[in-house]
């Protein structure tokens, strides 16, 4: 193992296979970047931290999408949208 920073350890594939426990404990208290050939290729975070990620990018994919809903309501003619009684006059119709 190897630290990169005061918050991640490098660790080898090789040394993951031999020691996963105690790497497992690692990612528990901080990110542990998964290396082949020295070059890092997976990250081992701890659940609470992945979970924290996650609610982050779900919050903000809400808050683009807020944006583009906006810009497009801005940018739209009344006639852009379908009435839902003009739709489902056209269902039975057919």
Excluded at 36 to 41: F, M
């Amino acid at each position: 193992m190897i630290t990169v920073k005061e918050d991640t350890t490098l660790v080898g594939v090789s040394e993951l296979r031999t020691n996963i426990d105690k790497i497992l404990e690692e990612a528990r208290k901080h990110k542990v970047l998964i290396g082949k050939r020295n070059k890092p290729v997976a990250v081992l975070l701890a659940i609470k931290k992945y979970d924290e990620i996650e609610e982050i990018l779900d919050i903000l994919e809400d808050v683009a999408l807020g944006y583009l809903a906006k810009e497009r309501e801005s940018h739209s003619k009344p006639t852009d949208y379908l009435n839902v009684q003009k739709v489902e006059r056209k269902i039975k119709a057919k």
